[in-house]
């Protein structure tokens, strides 16, 4: 009685609130078969019924379901597998905040999908048929991870009500519903000193599985339910939580999520009329870390991004700037990483030997979450999509995700292809990536991508690369030396009156210096609220005379090749689309959208930087791209053409198979380091140019 009740006012409801959406719906069934109730509608309309749907969701959802699927609709269609769906619940609860007075309940969560599964069929009504009368009967399967098998052949449906071993499952007379299985996990950003996040698995069924990927952010609305843990030896006392979900919601975009009030717009325009914002925000990243400016400079252009482009030809071009840091040791790459991560909305740290099976990119497996299903676990690329992810120490990445970072890092997606799993993810992010070289130490005459284990094509994707060598230098040690001094004293002052509130004679006075030291130049709070603004409001177009300067340091660049055939390869069409990416972002910087003449002088330093540092041959001092790229250089060629042209000579004498220290003898003589010569043999040993079958003696393979 009660329960009609109950379907009798949601059938007013939905004829009062949902009458549009439901004709709609009606005109386009099955294929659209849910209807998605707005919580406070429900409020307005009955309060009662929508604290009994919070309260007891499992018999007021299907109240409503029942007084959904059995409407009159105009259009003369039953709705007889529709299903209803509740969104918009005006509290959201958190993963950790959880607990057992939760189960039963209906709860919004919000999160990011870091596995799903494939979507399969389950069972809902299992038939079966006795195999002594013949009598054939249905079992309803409630959402729970058992099958429901009969004991006995059902009398009340006309059966002989015997009991039977193993009924005959009728498979094609069963009904099935697709399911689908997801992890949730808290945001990132959600997470506050260090936590790590929590998460939350989650059932979805019917027509909205397999709407949603890993890397998405959505909000389920569903009930908590619990089941029995069981180990090897049986049942536990033990519960685990999970949602059993009626709704999803995809989140909106990244820099949407960051609130502007008025108030906000107000110190946004008050700080992009200051003329040196830009060396501001410059100063607002790591205060705690002495110099590396260049490398703040890089980060903040990362921040506000180049515009990415949807051209005419249908071909897309990254807006994501991405960042290399490469250095020896204790240089402050792991805390520049920390901190970007903690200015930019959806940022993402992670070690580029990430603990999960995913790492950077993404894997498809089948364990224990699938139950028997494949599943799609997202990377931390993915996870970072409409972010930046920080991943530290990227040298020790897996091979799998040495392959999969090309497409990641260029077409920002990752395309998975095993078992019954195909997809197609979003790594829209910008990477900002550390390396430790393997030697430990930084070799500036060796390539970098030796010395970092990252093949060339992968090294040339990244828009600018920074080597930080710790090299001893009495003035820059001692600045250095006193800025980290000065942070930690005023870190001692902190903790003391955070603590034990107390201040000794003559701190104070120094306590202010050094908290001024570390004082960025723009808070993070209003840094963000910055960005975001420009991200969401300012399209910057290259003006006349910034295209020409573009076109002029490009070209001044090539020209070293054009009148040398032998010249190295200064930069190729990939740098200039960095400098346009950072042309943008630098008028971003200023809120404009334009990109004058003193934003693209102002960017061609920035790439000339990375380009003196990084793309020079030490040894000849020229620009020369195949040093990264190609880990091999000019010179490095010029030598293996000699050492070819010495073994030639000396086949004269000795035949197919010359003495190696004659070889490097006459090298020598004819101005070649001993070392390099070595060197340059050994490689091209390796790359089958030449064949060694005894010990000191080598061959042309022809
Ligand atoms: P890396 O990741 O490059 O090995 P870390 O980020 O772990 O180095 O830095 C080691 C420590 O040295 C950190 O606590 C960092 O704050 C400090 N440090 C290194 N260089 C600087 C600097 N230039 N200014 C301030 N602190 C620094
Ligand atoms: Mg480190």
């Known amino acids: 009685m009660m329960q009609d009740l109950v379907t009798e006012r949601w059938e007013g409801f939905l004829k009062r609130y949902c009458w549009n959406e439901l004709i709609e719906m009606s005109n386009s069934y099955p294929e659209k078969r849910s209807l998605f109730v707005k919580f406070a509608d429900m409020d307005t309309y009955d309060p009662n019924l929508a604290d009994m749907l919070l309260e007891e969701p499992d018999v007021t959802i299907a109240s409503a379901t029942q007084a959904l699927r059995e409407m009159d609709i105009p259009t003369g269609v039953t709705l007889e597998e529709a299903n209803l769906r509740i969104i918009k619940l005006p509290r959201k609860l958190k993963i950790r905040d959880i607990r057992s007075g939760d189960i039963g309940k209906l709860a919004g969560i919000e999160g990011l999908v870091t596995k799903a599964t494939e979507v399969r069929p389950r069972v809902v009504e299992a038939v079966f048929e006795c195999p002594f009368c013949g009598h054939i009967f249905s079992v309803e399967q409630t959402g729970g991870r058992q099958f429901k098998e009969p004991r006995e052949c059902e009398e009340a449906s006309g059966g002989c009500g015997r009991k039977v071993q193993h009924f005959k499952l009728l498979v094609d007379r069963c009904k099935f519903a697709n399911t689908q299985k997801i992890r949730l996990q808290e945001s990132p950003e959600e997470l506050r000193g260090g936590e790590l996040p929590q998460a939350i698995d989650v059932n979805l069924e019917d027509d909205i599985s397999g709407e949603i990927a890993p890397g998405d952010r959505i909000i389920v609305t569903g009930i908590l339910r619990s089941y029995q843990r069981t180990t090897q030896f049986g049942k536990t006392p033990f519960f685990d939580i999970y949602l059993d979900g009626n709704s999803l919601e995809v989140m909106e975009e990244a820099f949407e999520e960051i609130q502007i009030t008025e108030e906000d717009e107000r110190e946004i325009m008050e700080l992009k009329n200051q003329p040196d914002v830009y060396e501001k925000l410059i100063r607002s990243i790591a205060p705690s870390i002495y110099g590396c400016n260049e490398i703040k400079e890089a980060m903040i252009l990362q921040l506000f991004a180049g515009i990415p482009k949807e051209l005419p030809d249908e071909t897309r071009v990254r807006g994501d700037i991405h960042v290399l840091l490469v250095g020896d040791p204790g240089v402050a790459k792991s805390q520049l990483l920390t901190y970007q991560v903690k200015l930019a909305p959806r940022g993402l740290y992670t070690g580029g030997k990430s603990s999960t099976s995913a790492g950077l990119t993404a894997a498809a497996v089948r364990d224990e979450f699938g139950e028997g299903r494949w599943t799609l676990e997202a990377g931390a690329l993915v996870l970072a999509d409409k972010g930046i992810a920080a991943v530290d120490e990227i040298d020790k990445m897996k091979k799998e995700d040495r392959d999969a970072l090309h497409e990641a890092m260029e077409q920002q997606t990752v395309s998975i292809a095993k078992a019954g799993i195909m997809a197609r993810l979003n790594s829209r992010c910008a990477l900002l990536a550390a390396a430790n070289p393997i030697g430990g130490r930084f070799d500036r005459y060796e390539t970098i991508s030796k010395q970092i284990n990252m093949p060339p094509t992968l090294l040339s994707r ?37 603590n034990i509130g107390k201040v000794e004679e003559g701190e104070k006075e120094h306590f202010g210096v050094a908290m001024r030291i570390m004082e960025p130049a723009v808070q993070g709070d209003l840094l963000r609220k910055y960005v975001a603004w420009s991200k969401r409001n300012v399209f910057p177009v290259m003006s006349e005379e910034a295209k020409s300067k573009f076109l002029e340091f490009y070209i001044g660049l090539r020209r070293q090749g054009y009148d040398d055939e032998e010249a190295p390869v200064p930069v190729t069409a990939r740098q200039l689309e960095a400098l346009i990416r950072l042309g943008e972002a630098k008028a971003r910087t200023r809120l404009s959208n334009k990109i004058t003449v003193e934003d693209a002088e102002c960017v061609i330093e920035v790439v000339n930087y990375c380009l003196k ?85 080598i061959g042309l393979v022809r």
Do not use: Q
């Open 462 to 498: 990244f828009d600018l690369i920074y080597t930080m060598m710790d090299r001893p230098d009495e003035e820059m040690d001692t600045k250095t030396a006193e800025h980290i001094i000065e942070t930690h004293y005023a870190g001692e002052v902190l903790a003391r009156v955070k």
């Open 613 to 697: 540092h990084v793309f020079t041959d030490p040894e000849t001092d020229k620009l020369d791209v195949d040093w990264i790229n190609a880990g091999t250089t000019k010179t490095r060629r010029d030598r293996a053409r000699s050492i070819k042209a010495i073994i030639t000579e000396l086949e004269a004498e000795h035949g197919d198979e010359v003495p190696v220290e004659d070889v490097l003898d006459i090298a020598e003589e004819e101005g070649m380091d001993r070392d390099k010569a070595e060197e340059v043999i050994e490689a091209m040993k390796r790359d089958g140019l030449l064949f060694s079958r005894g010990s000191g003696v």
